[in-house]
């Protein structure tokens, strides 16, 4: 494949320079008045008529033949005229080159090798031992040797040198450049790619590529959890002022939510949080941007409208839309002029744009953090019950690909029936005689635990029990949630104030309904939106950084991924408590507001309805 744009425009600068080529013979003034005219030719796109004036300096010049030969093959190449080149590179000796022309016309002479068909020629030329490559030839040499590689059916070498140059590129370069390592990848197959994996330590930079490929190809992985080293927002020692580390505010923030029926609950409670943690930012020292709320419609035209009016109007970033018809839509246009925190996952097959990040409520992560969780309490055995909702499933493939990936295993499954009598159902777990480092992973609402739990005792099966968040209601009601006793469940450490540098979950809840009930995840996901903003750079470039949030806490990989870490719950006496504590965080983020006269934001969110339904799962 030709090298991209990017990788084009450092080759015009070496055509530029070229009069400035030092040679043992002096230049005349008419020579540099030629070499600088064809450069101009080069630079303004007259490739072939530039090709042809070096050509004739270098049947003038005979110390530098080869210099202007190799700067007219490279003039003819990127005139997407690489059959004119060969004949000149053919007669180019490399000994008489000097500086970084030699380099160049290994690379000339690889790029033709490919089009020949001969990668294994192309590869040869571009892992010589010797090859010394400066910075602005790097990722051209480095496409080069992933289509040899690619070329001769090394498809691990191949992705691994497009991996290699990601941090080279920028925009749509590096967007295209990581769709081509994926899909590299993909061509592997599943089963090698598992093996590679399994071999791999836990930060093994290629782990993320390969769990993205084997999505692609349909395979529920283990999702390696972040590792949370640092915290985001530390003061910078010796600024002078409250100055954090990482903080990147912009100006203008639009907020894409849709106000249309079915989705207006979810909206107001991610809305309402979002306001909240603004308002809350007023208690630190730093500007904090100005906001304006659109209506995304709920499907994918009125997205992309959103979208495209937000740019319109002067916003610097983008949060949201919220419906994974949305995030499709919008993520999918061929450029983000404007980056975007997207409030969903997209189910697309090709990867974010460089600008883009996902941030959602994916029970995938919950599943994957309770097999950590019962693994690390030493049980490897697990029996899975599981409601026929969608996020059940989800999160029951989620755990099991975990389990398997941490030496464990799932011994039994059952799913709840539509009635309330789960004799059968248990009954087929087979749990009875159960191994003493057995388990039961649950994944339903918490109506369905509170009837389980009891029919559990009664066929004398007290296996310990580990649930996702949906077993929550959202509040204590020691009553009804006596018959959870001992159960242990992951959730969003903010709901029970178990996260510092957060306002009082309970002042919150008691002042806005939206904050409470089946939307209180939701509120929770609406103020880690807002905290994320001014941090999200710095979390994808600074591996083991983390946002403290309401949700869990925050993560992003490198591909604007934004991963979730959520805290341990266990039901005693009929209430959840927190089982390590509040999560201290020394260093909680600030996300500032320079004083009382900062703007207020536009379109700010209306109140919402005292009563809504449970809180949605992402993906919808």
């Not at 530029?16 to 796109?45: F, K, L, T, Y």
């Amino acid at each position: 494949m030709r090298p991209s744009r990017l990788v084009a425009a450092g080759l015009l600068i070496s055509l530029m320079v070229s009069a400035c080529v030092p040679s043992a013979v002096p230049r005349s003034p008419a020579e540099i008045a030629a070499a600088q005219s064809a450069a101009d030719m080069v630079n303004h796109g007259q490739f072939d008529q530039g090709a042809q004036a070096y050509v004739a300096l270098a049947q003038q010049t005979s110390g530098r033949t080869d210099h202007y030969n190799l700067l007219a093959a490279e003039a003819y190449r990127q005139g997407n005229e690489l059959d004119k080149a060969m004949p000149l590179v053919a007669n180019i000796d490399r000994d008489r080159l000097s500086d970084d022309d030699p380099t160049r016309l290994d690379l000339l002479k690889a790029e033709i090798a490919l089009k020949q068909r001969d990668p294994a020629t192309a590869l040869r030329l571009t892992t010589q031992p010797s090859l010394n490559v400066p910075a602005d030839l790097r990722t051209r040499l480095l496409i080069l040797r992933a289509d040899a590689l690619a070329g001769t059916g090394d498809l691990w070498g191949a992705a691994h040198a497009r991996i290699e140059m990601d941090n080279l590129l920028q925009g749509d370069d590096r967007t295209r450049n990581r769709d081509q390592a994926v899909a590299l990848l993909a061509r592997m197959g599943a089963d090698p790619l598992k093996q590679r994996a399994a071999a791999m330590q836990s930060g093994d930079a290629m782990l993320p590529w390969i769990n993205e490929a084997l999505g692609r190809l349909g395979v529920t992985v283990a999702q390696a959890q972040p590792n949370l080293e640092q915290p985001v927002g530390t003061l910078v020692a010796g600024s002078g002022a409250s100055v954090r580390e990482g903080y990147k505010m912009p100006a203008h923030i639009a907020l894409l939510l849709p106000n249309n029926d079915g989705l207006v609950y979810a909206s107001t409670a991610i809305r309402e949080g979002f306001f909240a943690a603004y308002f809350q930012a007023s208690d630190t020292h730093a500007p904090r941007a100005t906001i304006r709320v659109y209506d995304s419609g709920g499907n994918a035209a009125s997205a992309i409208k959103a979208y495209n009016q937000a740019v319109t109007d002067g916003a610097q970033m983008v949060v949201g839309p919220l419906t994974r018809a949305e995030v499709v839509a919008v993520l999918s246009q061929s450029t983000l002029p404007v980056p975007v925190l997207a409030l969903n996952h997209s189910d697309s097959k090709t990867l974010p744009a460089g600008t883009a990040s996902e941030f959602a409520l994916m029970p995938e992560d919950e599943g994957a953090q309770a097999a950590d969780h019962m693994i690390d309490r030493g049980i490897h055995n697990a029996y899975v019950i599981i409601s026929g909702d969608d996020f059940a499933k989800r999160a029951a493939a989620a755990f099991k690909a975990e389990l398997e990936a941490k030496g464990g295993k799932v011994a039994g499954n059952a799913q709840l029936p539509s009635n309330v009598n789960y004799g059968d159902a248990i009954a087929g777990l087979n749990a009875g005689s159960a191994d003493a480092d057995a388990g039961i992973f649950i994944s339903m609402r918490v109506e369905q635990a509170r009837l389980l739990l009891p029919q559990l005792r009664v066929a004398r099966i007290s296996l310990p029990v580990f649930a996702t968040s949906h077993i929550y209601g959202g509040s204590d009601n020691a009553t009804a949630d006596r018959d959870l006793e001992g159960v242990e469940f992951c959730d969003a450490p903010w709901l029970f104030d178990a996260q510092t540098g957060l306002p009082s979950y309970q002042d919150v809840a008691t002042q806005l309904p939206a904050a409470r009930g089946g939307t209180a995840q939701l509120f929770a996901f609406g103020m880690d939106a807002w905290n994320l903003v001014p941090y999200l750079d710095w979390l994808r470039n600074h591996p083991g950084s983390y946002l403290p949030g309401a949700s869990g806490q925050l993560a992003a990989d490198t591909f604007g991924h934004v991963k979730r870490v959520l805290t341990w719950l266990k039901f005693q006496d009929g209430v959840a408590r927190p089982m390590n504590g509040t999560l201290q965080m020394d260093n909680a983020p600030g996300t500032p507001a320079p004083s009382s006269t900062a703007p207020a934001p536009a379109n700010s969110a209306p109140a919402p309805a005292s009563t809504a339904p449970a809180a949605p799962t992402s993906g919808g």
